[in-house]
């Protein structure tokens, strides 16, 4: 499925219902704060199964308390897409349970 690129406006309103997410180097971008290192690695277990199940997948790095993502879209010459947005929505929605922000 073709994914197209979105305009500056739709990421500047999409990037309102998502507070602590950015766009740097024109990737979606967000880092979470977590209460120890093992607490961390099960999010990044969590966001890798979702990623799977979306068929979408960020760079994902694992630190001592903390989990980072970065995501554009490869099929779409590395722009960002709706699908960059599902993905970061997605991870919003679980991170709580995890204790992380
Ligand atoms: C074949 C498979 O659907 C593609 O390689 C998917 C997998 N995950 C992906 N992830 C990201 N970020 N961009 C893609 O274009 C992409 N494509």
Known sequence: ???EPLSPQEIEDALTGLPGW???DGRLTRSYRLASHVAAAALVAHIAAVQDELDHH???TLGYDTVSLSVHTHSAGGALTAKDFALARRVEDIAPGHGAH
Do not use: K, N, Q
Request: glycine share 0%.
């Open 1 to 3: 499925m073709a994914v």
């Open 22 to 24: 950015s766009v740097a």
């Open 58 to 60: 960020s760079d994902l």
